[in-house]
Nanobody, 125 residues
């Protein structure tokens, strides 16, 4: 079992930055694929990015160069650094975890074992 708790959401103006955190209740040092997803009202959930057990990251095209995923294995925490935020980035952001091998680790829907409760990000123009 694993509990995931997100924090760090808030309201910012376009061009601003936020850093989201996802605290895991157990070690994420090895064997875990971690990811960030987001969902806004009336839209399907979409993968933002992922990080595999080797630390390799993948991102959706719309956030490449603006968002950075990292993890602190010592503190069992996943991060999402978001810069140059746009109004279209507004959404509820969720972290997810699964014991996927690096080959199958990516910000794709399906196969996630654990989800956090979400943290809201609102970007105003």
């Amino acid at each position: 079992q694993m509990q995931l708790v997100e924090s760090g959401g808030g309201s910012v103006q376009a061009g601003g930055s936020l850093r989201l955190s996802c605290a895991a209740s157990r070690s994420i040092a090895s064997g875990w694929c971690m990811a960030w997803f987001r969902q806004s009202p009336g839209k399907a959930r979409e993968g933002v990015g992922s990080i595999d057990s080797r630390g390799i990251t993948k991102y959706r095209d719309s956030v490449k160069g603006r968002f950075t995923i990292s993890k602190d294995n010592a503190n069992n925490t996943l991060y999402l650094e978001m810069n140059s935020l746009k109004p279209e980035d507004s959404a509820m952001y969720y972290c997810a975890a699964a014991t996927k091998s690096p080959v199958f680790c990516g910000p794709y829907d399906g196969g996630w074992s654990y989800w956090g409760q979400g943290t809201q990000v609102t970007v105003s123009s």
